[in-house]
């Protein structure tokens, strides 16, 4: 067997990157820098009436991919151990990502139905001469993927080529690409059938999931996000940067992807419930001493600015409960003084800024 690290290096990129391990147990132990790590809150409160009986084991294996296994009920594996897993055909190794009780749970969460699917079995715990075939394996998928990219380059196909997945019975291999177009890459297939001797499966990604293989440093100066720890994608909006208050200049927006930066759903719903408290931004205040219209809010101190119509310069900020009392007042013919009498602190409102300074004052 190799040494530790050469696993380290080879193995790195499947979750592996403090890893020990042990030829007697073949299990990866303190493989806790995985962003496909899960927390088994449920560990050591198995069902006693699942004893003797076949369980389902979740299993990761490169590039944020995880699936369900069927154990049989003789082999008792442990988180992070190494099996070896049925694929259609052959083999393929893979880490115990998740056993037990809450294995379940994670099926109902993400809607997998072994009874819709073909579920495949766990075979054995990886034996030693697997780890070596799949160590040999792992080795030429930098290689492979820089041939890959020669390759497309020389058929003039309009596609990227981000990863490239061998299968630990070094008899199939995943190329994943991102395009922009329809590419018709069956000639591609045959040239790389031919130089590296493999049973090839496309697999087209979107440019979320490129970011998170190829990862990268965002603006705020940490890892990005996806190639850390998020492995699911949620839609994100101009909403989101609105409800926020952040300006809409889609270059301090976007991500590294090109699309809106999956961070902004982060603060979403705090902010949604901040701004259930308040009325809404159109309503106008009515006073003896003319009409007041809102012009920005202030969400987690819970304050409205309101100006009035004819000195639109001269804001004023009032609590959210002031704003609600003038309203009430405003319903039944009655109005105010003035909002003044009201109001928390003023604000004089600065000469318009210079080209894009407005847009990242708001922004930061």
Request: charged residues 30%.
């Amino acid at each position: 067997m190799e040494n530790r690290d050469s696993i380290n290096q080879n193995t790195g990129n499947r979750g592996c990157c403090v890893v020990d391990i042990k030829a007697e147990e073949y299990s990866v132990n303190q493989a806790r820098c995985c962003k496909l790590n899960s927390f088994n809150w449920l560990s050591g409160y198995d069902d006693p009436g699942q004893e003797g009986k076949e369980q389902y084991v979740e299993v990761r294996f490169k590039n944020g991919r995880k699936d369900f296994f069927l154990c049989p009920p003789e082999l008792h594996l442990k988180e992070n151990e190494i099996v070896t897993v049925e694929t259609s055909p052959g083999h393929d190794i893979g880490i115990v990502a998740l056993t037990g009780t809450l294995v379940e749970q994670q099926m109902a969460r993400k809607n997998y139905n072994p009874d819709r699917s073909e579920i495949k079995k766990v075979y054995r715990h990886a034996r030693l001469s697997d780890i070596e075939k799949w160590m040999a394996a792992v080795s030429l998928e930098k290689q492979t993927l820089h041939g890959t990219r020669r390759i497309a380059g020389e058929l003039g196909l309009e596609m990227k080529v981000n990863d490239v997945e061998y299968f630990g019975d070094k008899t199939k291999a995943v190329f994943y690409f991102t395009a922009g177009e329809r590419v018709d890459f069956r000639q591609l297939i045959r040239r790389l059938a031919d130089e590296f001797k493999v049973r090839i499966e496309m697999r087209q990604i979107g440019v979320r999931q490129e970011a998170a293989k190829l990862g990268g440093i965002g603006s705020c100066g940490r890892e990005l996000c996806c190639a850390s720890h998020m492995s699911t994608f949620k839609s994100v909006s101009t909403n989101s940067a609105r409800t926020q208050q952040l300006s809409l200049n889609p270059q301090k927006l976007a991500g590294q992807c090109g699309k809106l930066k999956c961070c902004l759903n982060y603060e979403l719903d705090d902010y949604l419930d901040a701004l259930a408290e308040f009325p809404d931004n159109k309503t106008a205040l009515k006073t003896k001493k003319g009409m007041a219209y809102h012009q920005k809010s202030d969400i987690f101190q819970k304050l409205m600015w309101f100006a009035y119509a004819d000195d639109p310069n001269n804001m004023m900020a009032l609590p959210v409960g002031k704003v609600k009392k003038i309203m009430a007042m405003n319903q039944k013919n009655r109005f105010p003084s003035d909002i003044e009498s009201f109001a928390l602190q003023t604000e004089q409102k600065s000469a318009e800024p210079a080209n894009g300074a407005d847009d990242f004052a708001s922004y930061i």
